[in-house]
């Protein structure tokens, strides 16, 4: 049926009625293919008339209803996709070079970039033929997003490795479509097809139709790129869904739609004539149900087209809600024209043609799921799993079991539970895909998305390349261990120690799931490191310790890069090396270092590191270990949490923050706002306690400071602060606290770190003589914003409490109080739980108001009197005279008294009481809230006044501060005992505090607020102000002030007005200014052209209802006074970017200079009154002067004329230009930052507008350099040209010639841009690329390498190309020769002979070895000599007839005799017999053969056969002399060889080299340790053992020294490439063929130079215990330490070195260790044992003499001066007074003056003269 069907199509009798409508209307003048109206055929009904017979065709069929089998609803499988299968695809992934496609039923495919179109290949060919690329080539991923349905055709299978199938599909529509012609093509049908190329009014589409043309108008792409481009224009092979909008001349002209709509309503009639071999995936069709099964639907499309639709296509109402004969929509998803099956799906989201699939992943992608039920098990495909939410899920069949032989189906059953894991996610079928293989449930990782930068994997080498080692993680996950991190210490054969194969566990460094790259580490010391991991800038803390490896060394320093491409810098001064040493000297590339973090910028990922590690940082790994994991844990500012109490210091609390155990800070002043209350609390807060909701207030430098302070914690949690300074604005109040205190003002500080200065003169409303008075250091102030410096980041406050109150200070006055009393509360809460305290218990159950009886204990000279007490044990009891009362004069010590308390003193254990009468019987009467009440103060404490209500005598608590600030006054505002009072009462009842809580009544304020010098704003002013004016109005005012950018006028009725400077003049010149021809007091007349809302500083339009209101825009230009202009500002409804519409890229403006902003490094300007605009640094000046001082050459106001570049970001500004170009196109001279140096690469360099450039060597100068990126920095500011400018990248030249062509400098290396411009015989210059066993590569230019072959390399004969290597390197700069050029090959030959290029030899004749002409000569004698050898050999006794062979037959026997020919030889070498070295074994013969006789051209190979043959003419005679001839001159060269051989300067180039020359030396320790270290070049660490091991049987047993020599290499190389174990083996036979004291000092070195800082000290504690006696040993591990910087373990040291050792060593090892001191450690202690040594033995010269050196060397003049005149003063002998009197004059001469020679000489005298009288007495 379905084969009529495809011959004979139904609906064929439509085909005649097209034409027949065609005949009728003929169209033959309207042919226009740019025509975009659309127009229908009139008899559209005619059509529905002729199909009416369909139905009748279709009965038949209804009645003849198949059952479908089980067999038919079987899902896609990849063997089923056969070539020629069309399919419906979702784009998965996109890759350079290809795409990843979702099929249906969990099947992918991958599309190659040159299956897209026809069009889109041939762009690829080009770029590939030209090697350029390509202008409107676009990358896949632009063409393509995630989630784009898309039509494939299957053009193949391919096999992996591992046996999986892989389909090939292709998009080209050729392919698709390829079964339709141009007859076929219908109104309304749905292609798919590509951008082909772009046309002036549209675009051509390629959809693989022959002979067929569509195109698509412009007009109708329109709605397509508002909705889809945002405004872009199409690329070409760009993908699209087509409509036929119209069909022309039969097909062959075409005209589509791309309109979303249009294509969305989309939908396949029969009128479109679609056959089974034309049917597209992607369609959507109107569809009869036939039957309803579980395993799927089967239904009739298109009348005839049978179709089924599988379980997981069924849609979201599932089976249940379908019956038989339903009409449907589906969408086609595959057809198979082979087989006749056509699969559908009824999700809803494919019902709509175009639409993207917006879910593309899964969450749940890892998973894995113990109990998965099976829902259906298809045979061919897999089975279908419902999980444990009811998610369906697909397992393919080669996921269903771990082998094929392993598969047993019937365990598949239908509810069978199975363990599976979540692989991956269909997006075309909205379902998981599974497997239930175990390695795959098992495996670690399943997608590089699981792999974390740092994580311990493991896999097997695979693969061994020059680059690196390629290891295989799991099947699908493969990584590579670079080249430098196969082991600590960079390995030349790296396949020595690991084989394809070995199984390896490397640490991973970085892991890019987009790229798919994974990058390992094998150094041991990263592998292995026990201290956290840096994988992130901000993880990076001050402190925080790690390793890294060091990828640079420069002059300033180490760059040091950690995991996750994360690196930081180690400044020169952080290196912890001599100053002298430079650091590419100390360090090498891929060391790994452990570092400590100084400084972090996570925005500008910039790093600052140091190697100086504290001792901490120093300690056990486990210790590191801890660190690291308490501070795994980051806190933000705002943060609360509940600390734990840890210690208690001076000044604060040492606690933990809970549950987290990090370490943190809490100062005694930020436990509460009230300075009293602070000190309370820390005054009874004990370890361990628990403080609950404590806020961190910044975490500076590794260490968090938290916050208790209630009011900072409610600004914080209430929002009220700012965060970064942007959010500071002029009038804000703020809550803070008091950083620091200074004469000139109050510095405070609020969270985030933000810290203002509140001036001398606003802090108080008060006189402020000392700002101390005031504050105190923590104390909580509220502060108002006064003024804001932008360009220094610095803002002004006040902390004045008549700008930081409230106006209801009532309120204020008494939330402090009430805060005081809650806190005290809280504080005795904590006191009562006291139990090992009785003070604490007995002052917690005392309160004010309280009755007591007490025994008078005291009475005080000042009549206060002392009680004690049952109550009061322990505590201070005082009542002052004026508390006695009526009393006074009858207190009696010893009497009882009942008396009432005032005030407890929690902090001095001191109750403060009275025995007044009034007191102690107050009278309860009806009290109200806010009522005004008398009192009488009775006593006055820090925070509050104890009142007394002069009715009743209750007491109550007076705040004696009415706001935070309000802290100081005068004597005369004090409050005073006795006296009275108004207050307003708060509280009615009295609480557990006992008082009722009162605020005084507030009163007139004096007037103490300074008239403001400053008027309001403009915009306060005018906001009071309405007025009538309109649109034109011609106004009259008087210029109030004048701006840069804007003048104010007055005009009547004390309205403002604003007159722009573009409003001044008609015409204006760049550099003027101006607003500088209004004056103030000037009268103008102006017209109003617009209004500014006061609120919104909107632009409104005169005719805006709320203009009353406005600031009015004015004009005063004369053109626009005439009425010849009619500017109007603000239209109704403008948007910002409406404004901006107008202004095009590349269109002038005149604009005016607002400021150049300093922190931004941009210069904003207005263009107009509503018009701002930005100009960025770069692009201010192409004068590099202008960049470097902005701000003195762009003055405010001034006139400029700018570039439109585009609009910025956020559409409310105009970036600008002021160097005259809008975009870098070719040729563009421009300014440029260095961004990056990259050594032998070149320069990364960051230009205008966004983009980002990249500089070869090549493009750096005119003339090349030998370190061409040596002279630029980061940073650095360069002029530059641009030589090409695309998407993907900018290439610019700094060449002079380039960036100042007008100059005309010389050009000594001119620019190679391709072989023409390269000639034979020119010198040329290039860098070295890279050094091959072909030759040298030499970089000519970015596109041209030339090679040196190595014949042409140097004119020495070198028999190993590695001689040659050594003197070469990558980015070497070379002179060369070019030899010959072949274009078709695009090779360069190229020489660097000294005969060539008149340069001396790259490799050095100091080497000592022959020239090429020598070695040829050589190579060519052994060829004779070997050949005439052979021939004697073969001549028989007697006469021999000889006949050549047939290749070199002349015709011509020879006879000889051998005899005759033996004597001949034997007279002619008698008596010439040159001296030869005889060595036993050895024949100097066989060492010839080290000379390489491929060396040898075929030019010197034929010459030498030549001369070996023989012409027809020659005789007996000549063939004897030749041959004597012959042996005479190989004497000759083999007596030059030896002599060559045996020169003293040679230097050895093999292993048989090294043996001669130890066999002439064998006790030579050097020639011994060079033989090792020959061996350790090549990685050979078996060879350099044994021959160490023969070096030890070989030297004498009588030279010691040279055997210990090797001996200590031996150890060096056991300890750098050996194993611990082996080392000490060695070690244990060191000390018994050595003296054992230096075996230990060597091994103690060894361990000190290789940074193993541990072994080492351990080995001097063992030395110290062994050889004690020996001050040697004491003064070496003192020098040990002190290097490391463990200077009090060296100072700990002295004293047991003194137990130790003799008596008369003392002195020595005492001076020594001194010594040591002023080198390495503290000079002063240094100082101080010398000062003790020569207290004790003062007439040791020999002490002082190394004193005076010591103090020399490290000391001030005056310390050397003082030590002198010391020493000079002594009494000592004549001889040794001469020596240091000799010895301070030549001091005085060198570093003093005339004045102190003279001093030195008069007290030589005066010594002199003194022991002369003396001798004379």
Known sequence: MSSIEENFPRGGTQKTTQEGKATKHPRIDEDNLFKTQHEEPAPKRKKTRQDEPKPKRLEPEKKAVVKTNE??????????LTDGVLVLGCVKECNEFELTISLPNGLSGNVQVTRICQAYSDMLSEQVATDKPVKDLSPLSEMFSPGMLVRCAVIGMEKNAEGHHGIQLSLNPRDVNKALNAAALRTGMLLSGFISSEEDHGYLIDIGVHAAKAFLPREKAQSYFQAKEKGAELKIGQYLNCLIDEVKNNGNIIRISISQSEVAAAIATEVQNWT????????VVKARINEVTPLGISLRFLSSFPGIVDVMHMGSTKSRNYSPGQTVKACILSVNPTSKSIHLSLRPVFLQPGTQLGHLSSGQIGEIVADSRVKSFHKNAGAIFTLGNGTLAFAHLKHLSDTPKSFKPLSFKPGSKHKCRVIDYSPIDDLLLLSLKKRIIDAPFLRYHDIHPGQMVEGTVFALKDFGMQVKVTGHIKGLVPRLHVADVVLKQPEKKYSVGNTVKPRVLVCNPETKTLILTLKKTLVTSKLPILASYEDAKPGFVTHGFIVCAREFGCIVKFYNDVKGLV????????????????????????????????????????????DNALAEDCTGEEVSKKREVTYETGQVADVKILKKKENGLEVKILPNDVSAYLPSMHLSDHVTICKLWWHWLKGDEILHNIVCLHDKGGHITMSRKPLIISAIEGEHVVKNFSDIQPGLLLTGYVRNIMPYGVFVEFPYGLTGLAPKSAMSDKFVTATKDHFVIGQTVVAKVTSIDEEKQRFLLSLKVSDCSSEDSVSESFSLLFQYFKELQEIKSIMSKRDDSSISQKLCQLKPGQRLLLVIQEVKADGSVLFSGMHASGLTVEATHKQLGGRGKTIVIGDQATVVILHVDYLKSKVYVSLQDELLSPKQNMLTTDSQHPVVVQHVASDYAVASLVKTGQLVAIPLASHLNDTFRFDSEKMKVGQSVMVVLKTIEAGDHGFLLAVQSPKKRRNIIRLQQESKTLEETSSMVKHTLRMGDMVTGTVKSVKPTFVLVALDDKLIGHIHASQILDEVTNGTFPTSKLKAGQKVTARIIGGRDVKTHRYLPISHPYFTQTIPELSVRP???KGEDNTVLGPDNCSTEEVLKPFKPGQMVTCFVKKYNTIKKWLEVEITSNVKGRVQQLLLSPNTKVLKHAEKYFKNGQVLTATVVSSDITKTKLCLSLTGFHSLEEGTITLGYVKKVIPHVGLTITLPFGKTGKTSLFHLSDSFVEQPVEGFSTGQLVKCCVLSNNDSKTEVSLRQSRVNPKSHGKVEDAEITSLDNVQKGQLVRGYVTSVTSSGIFLGLSDSVVGRIPWQYITHLFVPDQSVCAKFMHAGQLLTAKVLSINTDENHVELSVLPKDTGKPSIVPESLGLPHSEMGTKLKKLKKRKRRSSECEQGVKQGKKRVRCTEENDSGIEIYCREEEEEEKNKRSSKGREVLRLKVPNFT??????????TMLTEREQNSSSEEEEDTPSTTKKQTRKSKELEKQRVEKELSKLEAALMDPSRQPQSADDFDR??????????????YMAFHLQATEIEKARAVAERALKTISFREEQEKLNVWVALLNLENMYGTEEALMKVFERAIQYNEPLKVFQQLADIYANSEKYKQADDLYNTMLKRFRQTNAVWVKYATFLLKRGLVEAAHRLLPRALKCLPNKEHVDVISKLAQLEFQFGDPEHGKAIFENTLNTYPKRTDIWSIYIDMVIKHGSQKDVRDVFERVIHLSLAPKKMKFFFKRYLEYEKKYGTAETIQAVKAAALEYVESKNSLAEG
């Open 1557 to 1570: 020359l130890v066999l002439g030396n064998p006790d030579s320790s050097i020639l011994w340790m060079q």
């Open 71 to 80: 067999k038919d609803f079987e899902l896609l499988t990849a063997e089923s």
């Open 1119 to 1121: 053109r626009e006074l």
């Open 571 to 614: 400044p020169k001064n952080e290196l912890g090396v001599a100053p002298i040493t430079a650091p590419q000297e100390a360090f090498y590339e891929g060391q790994v270092v452990k570092v400590i973090v100084l400084k972090c910028e996570p925005e500008q990922e910039r790093l600052l590191l140091s190697f100086k590690l504290t």
């Open 276 to 283: 089974l071999l034309s049917l597209l995936p992607g369609l």
């Open 1484 to 1493: 100097w013969e066989e060492d010839l053969t080290v000379l390489d006789s």
